[in-house]
């Protein structure tokens, strides 16, 4: 199962000198297998992978995590939605108050967008799902809410070898009353128990969240409790402050390292990364 980095930024495209490392696009990462293909979320990066993606390619799949903006910015870039011989699954979360097709028209529409969803060569297949697992090809997903404002999902990918963790907007340490110490009443734990691989919010300093509480986003202590009492094997520290250069990320990332000395391997994630698990 291979693993690659398309945007890793959080909130809003933060492209410059001073984000060359890290990367400035936001929310995007596909999971390969074989012939399978899985993308999670459509961030400013879904535009680059759409230039990539070969001829042999018929069916994608894009799992969104939730709908704010830095989550979809890109759909409308994505060069296969605009291919009559590729069709596009697009996931999301299910809500009860207004259907997930719905919710994607609003920005497949002006003055969001020119072009309606209704346009497409193709029109996307639509996924709800909440707590759930399919099979995608070659690869089991499970998907399960976690604490972000508005419906927002984490995901966990499987090939039967390896898995797979995806959780770019979290709050762990809102969604339970004695965290890190409860993990099975923590928000998340059934997505990253035993991953091999874990991405996961990074966004704050501790200090910087003890002023943001509540806004949805995690500090990289928390990351890195959350991790330990999920056991996973590797984490890469995800959804970076679009304000923070290469050089911020690093000053937070050393402080929350020293600060929690972690017993197993926590890196910043890095646009263009690859990873291969299992």
């Known amino acids: 199962m291979k693993v690659n980095v398309w945007g890793c930024r959080g909130s809003l495209p933060s492209p410059g000198p001073e984000n060359i ?4 696009n936001t929310s995007c990462v596909s999971v390969a297998k074989d012939d399978t293909l899985i993308i999670l979320d459509g961030g400013s990066g879904i535009q680059r992978l759409g230039k990539v993606i070969t001829p042999e390619i018929k069916e994608l799949h894009v799992l969104l995590t939730h709908l704010h903006i830095d989550h979809t910015m890109g759909l409308g870039f994505f060069q296969p939605m605009y291919n009559p011989n590729i069709q596009v699954h697009i996931w999301g979360p299910s809500t009860a ?10 920005y497949f529409s002006p003055p969001l967008f020119p072009v309606r969803m209704n346009e497409l060569p193709n029109h996307p297949i639509i996924h709800e799902v909440g707590n759930s697992e399919f099979t995608i090809g070659d690869l089991q997903v499970k998907s399960a809410y976690i604490c972000h404002p508005g419906p927002t999902l984490g995901y966990r990918v499987t090939d039967g070898n390896a898995v797979f ?3 770019p907007d979290h709050e762990p340490a809102l969604g339970s009353a004695n965290f890190p110490h409860d993990p099975e009443w ?10 091999d691989l874990l991405f996961h919010d990074g966004q704050y300093s501790h200090a910087e969240y003890m002023t943001k509480i509540g806004w949805g986003h995690s500090s990289i202590n928390d990351a890195i409790a959350f991790g330990v009492a999920c056991n996973v094997k590797k984490m890469a520290i995800f959804h970076h402050d679009p ?3 290469d050089k911020r990320l690093e000053e937070i990332y050393e402080e929350g390292i020293t600060q929690t000395k972690p017993t197993y391997s ?3 994630c890095k646009e263009g990364e690859e990873f291969e698990l299992g």
């Not at 108050?97 to 609003?106: I, N, S």
């Open 21 to 24: 490392i890290y990367g400035g």
């Open 97 to 106: 108050l207004e259907p997930l097709l719905h919710r994607l028209r609003r």
């Open 165 to 167: 963790a995806y959780m």
């Open 186 to 195: 923590t928000s998340g734990f059934e997505i990253a128990e035993n991953a």
């Open 243 to 245: 304000l923070n250069s």
């Open 266 to 268: 926590v890196i910043i």
